[in-house]
T-cell receptor, first 115, second 112 residues
């Protein structure tokens, strides 16, 4: 059972380039989300989805785009990368049985550097 | 504004030396308080959820408690494998049902 899988693990981009961070889960979780983690700051929610076809913004959505066409996948797109988007990105999912305040399962992270 | 503050930022303990980590919070309508463990280069791993003041949860050498203003993660007789960053997060009515608000963590080092 793989859990939450993120790719790539590391990526270096130049300012203005676009890319997609991939996230897949095999636990049949309806809720999926993207967080970013920066030094000296807590994890911050970027976007989340409560099911296929449904997405919503989190705390820091600017510069990012998401879509959810299947239950398993929740890609995060950077439209035009900026140095401020240098961060470690985590995808997380939650079981529909967990309730509102349920535990999140996190992937291992994708470390992005924007030059 | 919702706030979560963890202290200390870093803590070094000798193996077997018990201590506590603190998470103080200011939120409107707490739905749940979470503790996660994060190893270097890994994603956070769930430890506990606490829902109301007075609640306690235990797992091996860890015990989490909750009051109306703060939560403590007590570590009894820690071992080197307990070394990690411990994150506290809250889910509150004002931030929405689908947003966890995280603290910056306490980095724990247990020395053999």
């Amino acid at each position: 059972n793989a859990g939450v899988t993120q790719t790539p693990k590391f990526q270096v981009l130049k300012t203005g380039q676009s890319m997609t961070l991939q996230c897949a889960q095999d636990m049949n979780h309806e809720y999926m989300s993207w967080y970013r983690q920066d030094p000296g700051m807590g994890l911050r929610l970027i976007h989340y989805s409560v099911g296929a076809g449904i997405t919503d913004q989190g705390e820091v959505p600017n510069g990012y785009n998401v879509s959810r066409s299947t239950t398993e996948d929740f890609p995060l797109r950077l439209l035009s990368a900026a140095p401020s988007q240098t961060s470690v990105y985590f995808c997380a999912s939650k079981s529909p049985l967990a309730g509102v305040a349920g535990e999140l399962f996190f992937g291992e992270g994708s470390r992005l550097t924007v030059l | 504004e919702d706030q979560v503050t963890q202290s200390p930022e870093a803590l070094r303990l000798q193996e077997g030396e018990s201590s506590s980590l603190n998470c103080s919070y200011t939120v409107s309508g707490l739905r749940g308080l979470f503790w996660y463990r994060q190893d270097p280069g890994k994603g956070p791993e769930f430890l506990f959820t606490l829902y109301s003041a007075g609640e306690e949860k235990e797992k091996e050498r860890l015990k989490a408690t909750l009051t109306k203003k703060e939560s403590f993660l007590h570590i009894t007789a820690p071992k080197p494998e307990d070394s990690a960053t411990y994150l506290c997060a809250v889910q509150a009515g004002q931030t929405g049902a689908n947003n966890l608000f995280f603290g910056t963590g306490t980095r724990l080092t247990v020395i053999p």
